[in-house]
């Protein structure tokens, strides 16, 4: 047996249904779409969500609430118990370092290191931003920090 052997189901198929190409055919003349009205025409029809004339679903739903700041800046938050955790006393505490231990995963991400838990190391804190209780914690353990702005 070949490809060019296959043939599909006998009935399985059926040929399509050519309109406007003559009486004989059987759907000639108005090419099965009746005599006159709005669905004989070209582009006739009501169109998509149309109600009948009533209000569209679309148009009675009230539109979303509030405002969105498109410049909003989202910072990745870092608490203070997890620099514990992580840095061994004297290491410098940026971006690249997070990236490296697997705190944040991009370089280009903000961080802004909060003061959740106790810190008992020195660190070298060079992040974007920096909570008022993490950066008491952090110079009451003899670190500094050190903003990028």
Same mark, same amino acid.
């Given at each position: +047996? !070949?490809?060019? &052997?296959?043939?599909?189901?006998? %009935?399985?198929?059926?040929?399509?249904?050519?309109?406007?190409? %003559?009486?004989?055919?059987?759907?000639?003349?108005? /090419? $099965?779409?009746?005599?006159?009205?709005?669905?004989?025409?070209? $582009?006739? %029809?009501?169109?998509?969500?149309?109600?009948?004339?009533? !209000?569209?679903?679309? +148009?009675?739903?009230?539109?979303?609430?509030?405002?969105?700041?498109? #410049?909003?800046?989202?910072?990745?938050? =870092?608490?203070? /118990?997890?620099?514990? @955790?992580?840095?061994? @006393? %004297?290491?410098?505490?940026?971006?690249?370092?997070?990236?490296?231990?697997?705190?944040?995963?991009?370089?280009?991400?903000?961080? *802004?290191?909060?003061? &959740?838990?106790?810190?008992? *190391?020195?660190?070298? =804190? *060079? =992040?974007?931003?920096?909570?008022? /209780?993490? !950066?008491?914690?952090?110079?009451?353990? #003899?670190?500094?920090?050190?903003? @990028?702005?």
């Amino acid at each position: +047996m !070949q490809l060019n &052997d296959l043939k599909p189901q006998v %009935g399985s198929t059926k040929n399509r249904k050519r309109v406007g190409r %003559g009486n004989s055919s059987g759907h000639g003349t108005f /090419s $099965g779409r009746g005599m006159n009205g709005q669905l004989s025409r070209s $582009g006739g %029809g009501k169109g998509r969500g149309f109600e009948g004339g009533q !209000q569209p679903l679309a +148009m009675r739903l009230p539109k979303l609430p509030g405002f969105i700041n498109h #410049g909003r800046v989202e910072y990745a938050p =870092v608490n203070v /118990s997890r620099l514990e @955790a992580l840095f061994e @006393a %004297g290491e410098t505490v940026d971006a690249e370092s997070l990236v490296a231990k697997g705190v944040i995963k991009h370089e280009f991400v903000p961080v *802004k290191v909060l003061g &959740d838990g106790e810190l008992t *190391k020195s660190l070298i =804190v *060079k =992040v974007d931003k920096v909570s008022a /209780s993490a !950066q008491a914690k952090i110079e009451a353990a #003899g670190g500094k920090v050190e903003l @990028a702005c």
